[in-house]
């Protein structure tokens, strides 16, 4: 019974190159979040995704930030060109049901750190 | 717009002891979740304890328990007993249930330390 899965657990990338973080939500949940985690500060939403359609994404940077959860396959979030002020934890959570539905709530995963070098 | 707000940053509490984090929120939806998360070290978020706002009974889990106060929108987390794993951030939560849909909204976190 695997939790959320979240790869790489580390990710280093240079200014300019692109990061792909993946998130795979626990077996048979069709929702997923993702948060970013800056230092000294508390989890940020970023996007509210199902399958296949992004529901929410009020707080996606407008440039380079991109993400996506396919019918088959984890969530991907994709950020090109990244510059340092992007090094922070990436986390990603899923939940079984989503709006207008009694009982959510979600599962984390341990996140991704990215570090911009 | 939904906010949460945890207006301690920091506690620290002797182990045995008893320390309650302080979180309100702010949301004009009548139906919506609360939960308390713990973020060790390891950074995995944990689920302490939630509450469902039409219930009027405060949630309990263990040493951990809740003082729901809907009218005042507020959900402080009382931890008792407090144990050194109890060292952690912990996070305040707010989901909504409505057709529009939202996302967990979290509060920035209080850094909670436990010595012996």
């Known amino acids: 019974n695997a939790g959320v899965m979240q790869n790489p657990r580390h990710l280093v990338r240079r200014r300019g190159q692109e990061a792909r973080l993946r998130c795979s939500p626990v077996?048979?949940?069709?929702?997923v979040y993702w948060y970013r985690q800056l230092p000294e500060e508390g989890l940020k939403f970023m996007v509210y995704l199902q399958k296949e359609n992004i529901i929410d994404e009020s707080g996606m940077p407008k440039e380079r930030f991109s993400a996506e959860f396919p019918k088959e396959g984890p969530s991907i979030l994709r950020i090109q060109q990244v510059v340092r002020g992007d090094s922070a934890a990436y986390f990603c959570?899923?939940?079984?049901?989503?709006?207008?539905?009694?009982?959510?709530?979600?599962?984390f995963g341990q996140g991704t750190r990215l570090t911009v070098v | 717009a939904q906010t949460v707000t945890q207006s301690q940053p920091e506690m620290s509490v002797q182990e045995a002891e008893t320390v309650t984090l302080s979180c309100t929120y702010d949301t004009s939806e009548n139906n919506y979740y609360l939960f308390w998360y713990k973020q060790p070290p390891s950074r995995q978020m944990i689920l302490v304890i939630r509450?469902?706002?039409?219930?009027?009974q405060n949630a309990t889990e263990n040493r951990f328990s809740v003082n729901f106060q809907k009218a005042a929108k507020s959900f402080s987390l009382k931890i008792s007993d407090s144990q050194l794993g109890d060292t952690a951030m912990y996070f305040c939560a707010f989901m909504t249930v409505n057709q529009a849909g939202t996302a967990l909204i979290f509060g920035k976190g209080t850094t909670l330390s436990v010595s012996s």
């Open positions: 959570a899923s939940s079984p049901k989503g709006k207008g539905t009694l009982g959510t709530e979600a599962f």
């Open positions: 077996k048979g949940h069709s929702h």
């Open positions: 509450q469902e706002a039409y219930k009027q």
